[in-house]
């Protein structure tokens, strides 16, 4: 049996910079809290709690829930690499679907450090051994980060494709940067011309420093219901779930030696289709989106991934301004991953929770007006990717 | 957007709304709210006639479908009385669409005065009274919408309407001014072109086609364009049969001619490709930027020139060539210009005799000779020295010469010339050049610095400055100081030649009779090199480190075998002023020279701190270290078993290959090439050395691209005990090294006193962990016993020697074990868990201590204090390795003759620039399509569509189809910025070549 899945309370930290944070429990407490703040009702009625974060040893997650009270019910780490937070989403919402649970609690929180990613285990082989194998294959591997390497040289790949100016790249940074200004959530929240993003530090060409998602510190939750609990509660019109879909890597992700494969492109593609064959909605018919711009280069193939332009489309897509206020689709409108920081096991409650801000149209300077479908995409390298259609009728 | 575009309150003319078009326009307006006047004079299409059936017709259908409407009967050209119409029914006017209309259509020959001046009054005149009429109500009410109805006949022309096309056209020009007249007061002006099936279109189109183009597909975009809504104007629309587009001009770049010169049709013509080249076109939109490349040309100003002198681009102009000598050529040189005639004279011997060593000397006017080389070469190759200098060889003689000297020259070198244009004078109906050129060493250090003043034959008269009368050296009354006098041999031009000028008047006897020579003459830099071997003789002891510099003018011919006799007189202790004169004849041949001496021998800047240098060591050998690693093999049994991996290690220069087979077993070292290996490491022997004494880091070569590696990457990882291995294991394969010279310094000799100072150090160099890890730790070590804090409870945290007030936490151990984990050889919890290290207080706080084990161990030394005294100078071995000379260059001027024979070659880039800028060595050259002939040139400037970023050996592996565009840019090898669309295209040089 399959139940409708009602997203009853969001919350999120303001993210932070590596050394500048609260603990990660202190994080997570806070998120929580304001979670269940905003679905009006307390802990105890959360009868599950999926929880996802990157760093940090096992039952962090534990720790952490045990913030918000110690009720005895089954508490789940989760572990996914950047798409950690919209998987614990994806496992609540399965919980509740399947009538497992009532009322469960996706929670994601992450404590970095800074710098670029990096391996904790020398010991053994790394996950991304076969992505890190390919990459050396078809462009080598030099000193820089090396997601960096794997998604800028994605981009390489579709510029030489589509002939793709370097600026284009760049205008995606411009306009997260600008998205949030808007945004008391982000971290890097100063807009920035496209000259500025251009001249900062070339980090692996065509991506500049600008161009680069920055380690961050912050947690997120979301507080996920059945029909029947939301009207118990009293919660009118609430927002929920119209689809969700997760994929992992196909054959094609290795077999074609293509970094834009290799980076997902077509997780991210089935994922959407599935969503869109699962909701019956188009993505002609999306108001706003939330995707995973770790780097501009995968913000713009994402934009394919998704439909929300045509192949080969996107660097007219992003040059008409198709992609934020007065275009067809407004995309980050909280900054993304950019601007406002990618605490990896957060990322994905903390789309989420724009969303759902966006669809009861309380998102104040960054409302998108008359918003009512809303998509979240969620993508983590080794790989995973999360694909959500909220609605609001 | 989606709300209905309503006219409500609007009044509009239609002038020809009887049929077709106007009466659709009509119809139009009024349905959406509009109160419209009908204007329709009711005649035939021809002009003949008149009726008021057609306007009432169409009055009446608008109203029948509610709307409101009136009808006027008028001609055109009596517009006033239209717009009256609308005043006195309506009370103002808001819209004018001009759409009547007429056709007389004749070919030109045939056509009647009367044809063109009933096509202009009604299309012309017509638009003009009715917009005129109109337009002081527009502006008084400061709004409008005024359409004027063109034609494709008129925009493109049409066999057989000539008055009509010249009509409709004229229409356009009155809109465009009128839209800027009218934009303050919000009246837009636009043009419509359109094809619709209309009485007009009947007489030309078939029914079929008719049927298609109805009216009713051109009436929108005037629903669009009259509204208030909508903020186009001056703008021309091609609308019919569902379509709509915009039209503008576009312009060619074109190409501006230098002002300040003459310019003529042959000007025009020579550029006429350019002219008419739309790549990169521009789309002026008004005066201004129509005006826009002609007021750039105005602030211009051409330095002058002619066809064969540019000098704008010459005096602009550089080329950078490379050229390298040795010794050989530096001995065949002064054998050339007669040194050492006497082999036993030990002095002139020192110029040609090599082996002397320290004594052997180049003849410092071999300084010219690297630089003339090249230019000739060029000229071989029918190429200008400069661009913008585009005489023939043969108008050339070469009239002066000056060289200096700025450091002795080496017995070899690489040189890199640098050719400027210093001056360019106009002796109409002749000219004189003066090219300069500054030679340098591979250390940056100018050499040498010649000028050439050449005289071309007929390339004067653009009016230009005469230049100076030159400075004249008449030699003093007196006798001079010195005389030599030397014959020169009868074959001296054909051994001078050899030195690298191939000038068939040399060597040629029927080329120099074709010149008027009996016989073939000696170059003029011959003798140029006679002259200074004599100075050097007469003066320095023939010794030419003193030599500075020397000018000559040449003044006649020599013919070998003639006898030169060189007089010099001292006019100070640093210069001579010298004659030379053909003892045969008299005839003065070298005049107008002075040499010039330094004072002290000039030292090169490089050689000043090289003196210092010891003599490097020797180092350990890839073999010692393999044997070196089969002895840590037997020493650590079972690596195979561990590691289960085979590396197979290609070493280069010298070349020689290894594999470790740790596949199972003990694992063992072998020579040669391995079955099956897992991974392959491809390294210069120099780092294979460094990277197994520690000295470099595998990942920093690997990331800096001097390691290449390939099969399982992961395994490379697991070579990490190569750093770890024994010195003394080395030392036991190298034998017979003494083991002194080569013992590493004991690292236990630093103490844990050492390492809390170098944790010290280490706080200072990363501020803020204390604010981070908000833990006071308290260190107990025994043997000997001593107590250290690390307080890192706030800020930047601090260390002492002692014991907290407050610690969060407490590590006893021994110092031993401290030193062991403070340096990475032991890690802390297996102390921890080994029972070697007692934790109390809050046992967590103890992981944050991994820092411990980041240390840079640069900080140790300096806490040391011994940084200075390092064990050894770093072995050079990594950057002795010689600066690659450019292996692309001879591909990119075979290249560039392609490029000349074949002007066809490189279409698909045809109007594109595209720069190469090459590294390791550098260069630029800009591949130039933009012209009639493409063209590859070293060093030219200028912007480009394209820049390619490329190191000299990826660009010879393109050039050479080794490498793949598309993989080279990949990797990162090939740098793109610009139009990336134009990178698949390098392809084609290989192809060219």
Same mark, same amino acid.
């Given at each position: 049996?399959?139940?409708?899945?009602?997203?009853?309370?969001?919350?999120?930290?303001?993210?932070?910079?590596?050394?500048?944070?609260?603990?990660?429990?202190?994080?997570?407490?806070?998120?929580?809290?304001?979670?269940?703040?905003?679905?009006?009702?307390?802990?105890?009625?959360?009868?599950?709690?999926?929880?996802?974060?990157?760093?940090?040893?096992?039952?962090?997650?534990?720790?952490?829930?045990?913030?918000?009270?110690?009720?005895?019910?089954?508490?789940?780490?989760?572990?996914?690499?950047?798409?950690?937070?919209?998987?614990?989403?994806?496992?609540?919402?399965?919980?509740?679907?399947?009538?497992?649970?009532?009322?469960? *609690?996706?929670?994601?929180?992450?404590?970095?450090?800074?710098?670029?990613?990096?391996?904790?285990?020398?010991?053994?082989?790394?996950? *991304?051994?076969?992505?890190?194998?390919?990459?050396?294959?078809?462009?080598?591997?030099?000193?820089?980060?090396?997601?960096?390497?794997?998604?800028?040289?994605?981009?390489?790949?579709?510029?030489?494709?589509?002939?793709?100016?370097?600026?284009?790249?760049?205008?995606?940074?411009?306009?997260?940067?600008?998205?949030?200004?808007?945004?008391?959530?982000?971290?890097?929240?100063?807009?920035?011309?496209? #000259?500025?993003?251009?001249?900062?530090?070339?980090?692996?060409?065509?991506?500049?420093?600008?161009?680069?998602?920055?380690?961050?510190?912050?947690?997120?939750?979301?507080?996920?219901?059945?029909?029947?609990?939301?009207?118990?509660?009293?919660?009118?019109?609430?927002?929920?779930?119209?689809?969700?879909?997760?994929?992992?890597?196909?054959?094609?992700?290795?077999?074609?030696?293509?970094?834009?494969?290799?980076?997902?492109?077509?997780?991210?593609?089935?994922?959407?289709?599935?969503?869109?064959?699962?909701?019956?909605?188009?993505?002609?018919?999306?108001?706003?989106?939330?995707?995973?711009?770790?780097?501009?280069?995968?913000? *713009?193939?994402?934009?394919?991934?998704?439909?929300?332009?045509?192949?080969?489309?996107?660097?007219?897509?992003?040059? #008409?301004?198709?992609?934020?206020?007065?275009?067809?689709?407004?995309?980050?409108?909280?900054?993304?991953?950019?601007?406002?920081?990618?605490?990896?096991?957060?990322?994905? *409650?903390?789309?989420?929770?724009?969303?759902?801000?966006?669809?009861?149209?309380?998102?104040?300077?960054?409302?998108?007006?008359?918003?009512?479908?809303?998509?979240?995409?969620?993508?983590?390298?080794?790989?995973?990717?999360?694909?959500?259609?909220?609605?609001?009728? | 957007?989606?709300?209905?575009?309503?006219?409500?309150?609007?009044?509009?003319?239609?002038?020809?709304?009887?049929?077709?078009?106007?009466?659709?326009?009509?119809?139009?307006?009024?349905?959406?709210?509009?109160?419209?006047?009908?204007?329709?004079? @009711?005649?035939?299409?021809?002009?003949?006639?008149?009726?008021?059936?057609?306007?009432?017709?169409?009055?009446?259908?608008?109203?029948?479908?509610?709307?409101? $409407?009136?009808?006027?009967?008028?001609?055109?050209?009596?517009?006033?009385?239209?717009?009256?119409? $609308?005043?006195?029914?309506?009370?103002?006017?808001?819209?004018?669409?001009?759409?009547? /209309?007429?056709?007389?259509?004749?070919?030109?020959?045939?056509?009647?005065?009367?044809?063109?001046?009933?096509?202009?009054?009604?299309?012309?005149?017509?638009?003009?009274?009715?917009?005129?009429?109109?337009?002081?109500?527009?502006?008084?009410? @400061?709004?409008?919408?005024?359409?004027?109805?063109?034609?494709?006949?008129?925009?493109?022309?049409? +066999? @057989?309407?000539?008055?009509?096309?010249? $009509?409709?056209?004229?229409?356009?020009?009155?809109?465009?001014?009128?839209?800027?007249?009218?934009?303050?007061?919000?009246?837009?002006?636009?043009?419509?072109?359109?094809?619709?099936?209309?009485?007009?279109?009947?007489?030309?189109?078939?029914?079929?086609?008719?049927?298609?183009?109805?009216?009713?597909?051109?009436?929108?975009?005037?629903?669009?364009?009259?509204?208030?809504?909508?903020?186009?104007?001056?703008?021309? +629309?091609?609308?019919?049969?569902?379509?709509?587009?915009?039209?503008?001009?576009?312009?060619?770049?074109?190409?501006?001619?230098?002002?300040?010169?003459?310019?003529?049709?042959?000007?025009?013509?020579?550029?006429?490709?350019?002219?008419?080249?739309?790549?990169?076109?521009?789309?002026? /939109?008004?005066?201004?930027?129509?005006?826009?490349?002609?007021?750039?040309?105005?602030? !211009?100003?051409?330095?002058?020139?002619?066809?064969?002198?540019?000098?704008?681009?010459?005096?602009?102009?550089?080329?950078?060539?490379?050229?390298?000598?040795?010794?050989?050529?530096?001995?065949?040189?002064?054998?050339?210009?007669?040194?050492?005639?006497?082999?036993?004279?030990?002095?002139?011997?020192?110029?040609?005799?090599?082996?002397?060593?320290?004594?052997?000397?180049?003849?410092?006017?071999?300084?010219?000779?690297?630089?003339?080389?090249?230019?000739?070469?060029?000229?071989?190759?029918?190429?200008?020295?400069?661009?913008?200098?585009?005489?023939?060889?043969?108008?050339? %003689?070469?009239?002066?010469?000056?060289?200096?000297?700025?450091?002795?020259?080496?017995?070899?070198?690489?040189?890199?010339?640098?050719?400027?244009?210093?001056?360019?004078?106009?002796?109409?109906?002749?000219?004189?050049?003066?090219?300069?050129?500054?030679?340098?060493?591979?250390?940056?250090?100018?050499?040498?610095?010649?000028?050439?003043?050449?005289?071309?034959?007929?390339?004067? @008269?653009?009016?230009?400055?005469?230049?100076?009368?030159?400075?004249?050296?008449?030699?003093?009354?007196?006798?001079?100081?010195?005389?030599?006098?030397?014959?020169?041999?009868?074959?001296?031009? &054909?051994?001078?030649?050899?030195?690298?000028?191939?000038?068939?008047?040399?060597?040629?006897?029927?080329?120099?009779?074709?010149?008027? +020579?009996?016989?073939?003459?000696?170059?003029?830099?011959?003798?140029?090199?006679?002259?200074?071997?004599?100075?050097?003789?007469?003066?320095?002891?023939?010794?030419?480190?003193?030599?500075?510099?020397?000018?000559?003018?040449?003044?006649?011919?020599?013919?070998?075998?003639?006898?030169?006799?060189?007089?010099?007189?001292?006019?100070?202790?640093?210069?001579?002023?010298?004659?030379?004169?053909?003892?045969?004849?008299?005839?003065?041949?070298?005049?107008?020279?002075?040499?010039?001496?330094?004072?002290?021998?000039?030292?090169?800047?490089?050689?000043?701190?090289?003196?210092?240098?010891?003599?490097?060591?020797?180092?350990?050998?890839?073999?010692?270290?393999?044997?070196?690693?089969?002895?840590?093999?037997?020493?650590?049994?079972?690596?195979?078993?561990?590691?289960?991996?085979?590396?197979?290690?290609?070493?280069?220069?010298?070349?020689?290959?290894?594999?470790?087979?740790?596949?199972?077993?003990?694992?063992?070292?072998?020579?040669?090439?391995?079955?099956?290996?897992?991974?392959?490491?491809?390294?210069?022997?120099?780092?294979?050395?460094?990277?197994?004494?520690?000295?470099?880091?595998?990942?920093?070569?690997?990331?800096?691209?001097?390691?290449?590696?390939?099969?399982?990457?992961?395994?490379?990882?697991? &070579?990490?005990?190569?750093?770890?291995?024994?010195?003394?294991?080395?030392?036991?394969?190298?034998?017979?090294?003494?083991?002194?010279?080569?013992?590493?310094?004991?690292?236990?000799?630093?103490?844990?006193?050492?390492?809390?100072? $170098?944790?010290?150090?280490?706080?200072?160099?990363?501020?803020?962990?204390?604010?981070?890890?908000?833990?006071?730790?308290?260190?107990?070590?025994?043997?000997?016993?001593?107590?250290?804090?690390?307080?890192?409870?706030?800020?930047?945290?601090?260390?002492?020697?002692?014991?907290?007030?407050?610690?969060?936490?407490?590590?006893?151990?021994?110092?031993?074990? +401290?030193?062991?984990?403070?340096?990475?050889?032991?890690?802390?919890?297996?102390?921890?868990?080994?029972?070697?290290?007692?934790?109390?207080?809050?046992?967590?706080?103890?992981?944050?201590?991994?820092?411990?084990?980041?240390?840079?161990?640069?900080?140790?030394?300096?806490?040391?204090?011994?940084?200075?005294?390092?064990?050894?100078?770093?072995?050079?071995?990594?950057?002795?390795?010689?600066?690659?000379?450019?292996?692309?260059?001879? %591909?990119?001027?075979?290249?560039?003759?392609?490029?000349?024979?074949?002007?066809?070659?490189?279409?698909?880039?045809?109007?594109?620039?595209?720069?190469?800028?090459?590294?390791?060595?550098?260069?630029?050259?800009?591949?130039?399509?933009?012209?009639?002939?493409? !063209?590859?040139?070293?060093?030219?400037?200028?912007?480009?569509?394209?820049?390619?970023?490329?190191?000299?050996?990826?660009?010879?592996?393109?050039?050479?189809?080794?490498?793949?565009?598309?993989?080279?840019?990949?990797?990162?090898?090939?740098?793109?910025?610009?139009?990336?669309?134009?990178?698949?295209?390098?392809?084609?040089?290989?192809?060219?070549?």
């Amino acid at each position: 049996m399959k139940r409708r899945v009602n997203v009853i309370g969001v919350g999120m930290t303001r993210f932070a910079k590596p050394g500048a944070s609260a603990e990660y429990y202190e994080m997570a407490r806070e998120a929580g809290q304001i979670a269940l703040r905003d679905a009006g009702i307390a802990y105890e009625e959360v009868q599950q709690a999926y929880v996802g974060y990157v760093y940090g040893d096992s039952t962090c997650g534990q720790r952490a829930v045990y913030e918000l009270g110690l009720t005895g019910i089954p508490v789940v780490n989760v572990n996914n690499n950047c798409s950690t937070g919209s998987t614990a989403l994806w496992l609540a919402r399965q919980a509740v679907a399947s009538g497992a649970a009532e009322c469960v *609690l996706a929670l994601g929180f992450e404590k970095m450090e800074r710098g670029a990613l990096g391996s904790k285990f020398d010991d053994r082989e790394p996950p *991304l051994g076969p992505q890190v194998q390919l990459m050396n294959e078809v462009q080598g591997i030099n000193s820089a980060p090396p997601a960096a390497q794997m998604f800028g040289g994605a981009g390489r790949e579709y510029r030489y494709e589509h002939g793709t100016r370097k600026e284009t790249f760049g205008k995606i940074a411009e306009k997260a940067r600008r998205h949030a200004s808007r945004n008391p959530y982000a971290l890097f929240s100063q807009a920035l011309s496209l #000259d500025e993003i251009m001249a900062s530090e070339e980090v692996f060409d065509p991506l500049t420093r600008f161009q680069c998602c920055p380690p961050t510190c912050g947690a997120g939750a979301a507080i996920l219901c059945s029909d029947e609990f939301a009207s118990k509660h009293g919660i009118a019109q609430p927002v929920y779930i119209a689809a969700q879909a997760m994929t992992t890597d196909f054959a094609s992700s290795f077999s074609e030696k293509s970094m834009i494969k290799m980076v997902g492109y077509d997780m991210s593609k089935a994922a959407a289709r599935q969503v869109y064959e699962a909701a019956g909605i188009g993505p002609e018919e999306v108001d706003v989106v939330e995707l995973h711009d770790c780097f501009t280069a995968n913000e *713009l193939l994402t934009y394919e991934a998704l439909g929300l332009c045509a192949e080969g489309g996107a660097e007219a897509f992003i040059w #008409d301004a198709q992609n934020t206020y007065g275009g067809k689709v407004v995309t980050n409108p909280s900054g993304g991953l950019l601007s406002k920081g990618h605490p990896l096991g957060a990322t994905g *409650l903390a789309q989420c929770t724009e969303l759902v801000w966006q669809l009861r149209g309380c998102a104040d300077a960054r409302q998108v007006d008359g918003a009512r479908i809303a998509l979240q995409h969620n993508l983590g390298l080794g790989g995973a990717c999360v694909v959500t259609l909220y609605r609001r009728d | 957007m989606s709300s209905e575009l309503r006219y409500d309150g609007k009044v509009a003319i239609i002038t020809g709304a009887g049929n077709g078009l106007g009466r659709q326009h009509a119809l139009m307006f009024a349905a959406r709210g509009a109160r419209v006047v009908v204007n329709d004079l @009711g005649g035939g299409i021809h002009g003949e006639g008149k009726s008021s059936a057609a306007a009432d017709k169409v009055v009446e259908e608008i109203r029948a479908a509610g709307g409101e $409407a009136v009808a006027n009967y008028d001609s055109v050209e009596d517009g006033d009385r239209i717009v009256q119409t $609308a005043l006195d029914a309506f009370g103002t006017l808001d819209i004018v669409v001009n759409n009547a /209309g007429i056709l007389r259509d004749s070919s030109f020959h045939k056509m009647t005065q009367a044809d063109w001046d009933l096509i202009v009054r009604v299309h012309l005149h017509g638009a003009f009274r009715v917009s005129h009429a109109a337009w002081p109500i527009l502006r008084d009410k @400061g709004y409008g919408r005024i359409i004027m109805t063109t034609s494709a006949a008129g925009i493109y022309g049409n +066999f @057989g309407q000539a008055n009509y096309s010249a $009509a409709k056209l004229a229409l356009v020009g009155l809109a465009n001014t009128l839209a800027q007249e009218g934009r303050a007061k919000n009246i837009h002006v636009n043009t419509i072109a359109p094809i619709a099936g209309s009485r007009l279109t009947e007489t030309v189109l078939p029914p079929e086609l008719i049927a298609a183009l109805k009216p009713e597909y051109v009436s929108p975009l005037l629903g669009w364009l009259c509204h208030e809504d909508c903020k186009e104007s001056g703008s021309l +629309f091609e609308v019919g049969a569902g379509y709509i587009g915009k039209l503008r001009w576009e312009r060619s770049k074109g190409r501006s001619l230098p002002l300040g010169r003459p310019f003529s049709a042959e000007d025009v013509a020579r550029h006429w490709a350019q002219i008419g080249d739309f790549t990169d076109a521009e789309h002026p /939109g008004n005066i201004n930027e129509s005006m826009a490349p002609l007021l750039a040309n105005m602030n !211009s100003k051409s330095l002058g020139g002619n066809e064969f002198i540019d000098l704008d681009q010459a005096m602009n102009s550089e080329t950078v060539i490379d050229s390298q000598y040795d010794q050989r050529d530096v001995a065949l040189y002064a054998l050339g210009v007669g040194a050492a005639p006497d082999p036993l004279d030990d002095q002139e011997l020192s110029y040609v005799y090599e082996l002397k060593g320290d004594r052997f000397q180049v003849l410092p006017t071999y300084a010219v000779m690297p630089a003339s080389n090249a230019m000739l070469a060029l000229a071989k190759e029918g190429k200008q020295v400069l661009k913008g200098l585009n005489f023939g060889f043969e108008r050339l %003689l070469h009239g002066e010469q000056y060289t200096e000297i700025k450091q002795p020259l080496k017995g070899q070198d690489q040189l890199r010339h640098s050719f400027r244009l210093k001056a360019a004078y106009d002796k109409a109906p002749h000219a004189v050049v003066v090219i300069a050129v500054t030679s340098r060493n591979q250390a940056g250090e100018e050499v040498a610095y010649n000028e050439t003043t050449m005289f071309v034959r007929g390339a004067g @008269g653009w009016g230009g400055d005469r230049g100076p009368a030159g400075e004249t050296l008449e030699p003093p009354a007196r006798e001079p100081d010195a005389v030599i006098e030397e014959r020169t041999d009868a074959n001296q031009a &054909l051994l001078y030649r050899l030195s690298g000028d191939w000038n068939p008047l040399h060597a040629d006897p029927a080329f120099a009779k074709a010149f008027g +020579f009996d016989k073939p003459i000696l170059h003029g830099l011959c003798t140029y090199g006679y002259v200074a071997r004599h100075v050097i003789k007469a003066f320095l002891g023939n010794d030419a480190r003193r030599f500075k510099s020397i000018r000559v003018r040449f003044a006649d011919n020599v013919f070998p075998g003639q006898t030169l006799v060189t007089r010099m007189w001292r006019e100070s202790a640093t210069r001579v002023i010298v004659e030379t004169r053909v003892k045969e004849n008299d005839k003065i041949v070298i005049k107008n020279a002075a040499v010039e001496f330094y004072e002290q021998i000039p030292v090169a800047a490089s050689a000043k701190p090289a003196a210092a240098q010891p003599p490097a060591d020797a180092g350990p050998s890839a073999g010692e270290l393999f044997g070196a690693i089969a002895l840590h093999l037997q020493q650590h049994k079972g690596l195979g078993e561990q590691i289960k991996t085979v590396f197979q290690f290609r070493l280069k220069s010298p070349d020689s290959d290894w594999y470790l087979d740790l596949k199972s077993g003990d694992g063992a070292v072998q020579q040669g090439l391995a079955a099956q290996a897992d991974v392959t490491l491809e390294l210069a022997d120099a780092d294979f050395i460094a990277m197994a004494t520690g000295k470099a880091d595998p990942n920093k070569l690997y990331f800096g691209g001097k390691m290449k590696v390939s099969g399982n990457v992961m395994a490379s990882q697991k &070579l990490g005990f190569l750093q770890k291995l024994d010195p003394k294991l080395l030392q036991q394969t190298r034998g017979t090294r003494a083991a002194a010279a080569e013992a590493a310094p004991p690292a236990d000799a630093s103490g844990s006193a050492t390492i809390f100072a $170098a944790i010290g150090l280490h706080l200072q160099a990363h501020p803020g962990m204390g604010a981070q890890i908000k833990t006071v730790f308290q260190f107990q070590l025994k043997q000997p016993d001593s107590s250290w804090v690390i307080d890192l409870k706030s800020g930047d945290g601090r260390v002492f020697a002692g014991v907290a007030e407050q610690a969060d936490v407490k590590l006893e151990m021994a110092d031993e074990d +401290f030193l062991a984990m403070a340096s990475g050889k032991a890690d802390p919890n297996k102390l921890y868990f080994g029972g070697k290290m007692k934790v109390s207080g809050n046992v967590m706080a103890s992981q944050k201590l991994g820092f411990l084990q980041k240390l840079d161990p640069k900080l140790l030394q300096q806490a040391r204090g011994t940084a200075a005294a390092a064990p050894r100078a770093p072995a050079a071995a990594a950057s002795a390795l010689s600066p690659a000379a450019s292996r692309s260059a001879a %591909l990119l001027e075979r290249l560039q003759q392609k490029l000349a024979q074949d002007s066809t070659a490189l279409a698909a880039l045809k109007g594109k620039l595209l720069r190469l800028n090459l590294r390791e060595p550098e260069a630029s050259w800009l591949l130039d399509c933009s012209g009639a002939q493409p !063209s590859l040139k070293a060093q030219a400037p200028g912007q480009a569509d394209a820049v390619f970023g490329i190191r000299d050996e990826d660009l010879y592996a393109l050039l050479q189809r080794q490498a793949p565009v598309r993989s080279l840019y990949q990797q990162g090898r090939l740098r793109v910025d610009g139009d990336v669309r134009l990178a698949p295209q390098l392809a084609l040089l290989a192809e060219l070549l």
